[in-house]
């Protein structure tokens, strides 16, 4: 029984730990890569961090350039908060929602006309939350900025999907 007890309370201490290695943390943004992708300085370390459930032109595609001069008059040089959802491997990016003044960047993008809401089939975002993003995209559409301008813009992941 004794040994159960210290399990069940081993396996507690690891969850809370591994939660609190998610929470939110702080860093000023150094450079802008692209329309979603910045480095945060952290702890005198850069973090290649992806905005989490948006999509943005691909080079190639109209309004690339201008998307990432949008992001970076947002963020550059300023302190954002974010929280990981994903580290990948492959591409040394961790992937989550950054917020500035408690304002989640991606969600600011989509009505800016900067970014598309990724289906929850290529997010893997939770339907409450999908619903949230969604409800601003089809506004956004609606006010016909940026991407919303332009006729027969491809979403990026169908755009690469052809190259």
Same mark, same amino acid.
């Given at each position: 029984? &004794? !040994? ?27 450079? $802008? ?11 005198? &370390? ?14 190639? =595609?109209?309004?690339? #350039?201008?998307?990432?001069? /949008?992001?970076?008059?947002? $963020?550059?040089?300023? $302190? ?7 580290? !990948? ?10 917020? *500035?003044?408690? $304002? ?12 598309? /809401?990724?289906?929850? &089939? *290529? !997010?893997? =975002?939770?339907?409450?939350? /999908?619903?949230?993003? =969604?409800?601003? =995209? ?19 992941? #169908? ?5």
């Amino acid at each position: 029984m &004794r !040994s159960k007890i210290f399990y069940i309370t081993f396996i507690f201490a690891i969850v809370v730990a591994c939660a609190g290695s998610v929470s939110a943390q702080s860093g000023k943004v150094m450079e $802008v890569l692209d329309g979603k992708t910045m480095l945060v300085a952290v702890d005198n &370390r850069s973090i290649k961090i992806q905005l989490d459930y948006i999509d943005v032109p691909e080079v190639g =595609q109209p309004l690339n #350039e201008t998307v990432r001069s /949008h992001l970076q008059k947002l $963020v550059l040089g300023k $302190v954002v908060q974010f929280r990981t959802r994903l580290i !990948s491997t492959s591409t040394d990016y961790t992937i989550g929602q950054v917020t *500035l003044n408690g $304002v989640d960047i991606s969600q600011q993008l989509i009505p800016d006309g900067a970014a598309w /809401h990724l289906p929850i &089939r *290529l !997010s893997g =975002q939770l339907p409450s939350d /999908h619903a949230t993003f =969604q409800t601003i =995209q089809d506004a956004a559409k609606k006010d016909r900025l940026g991407i919303w301008a332009v006729p027969n813009i491809k979403p990026a992941w #169908e755009y690469r999907d052809e190259i």
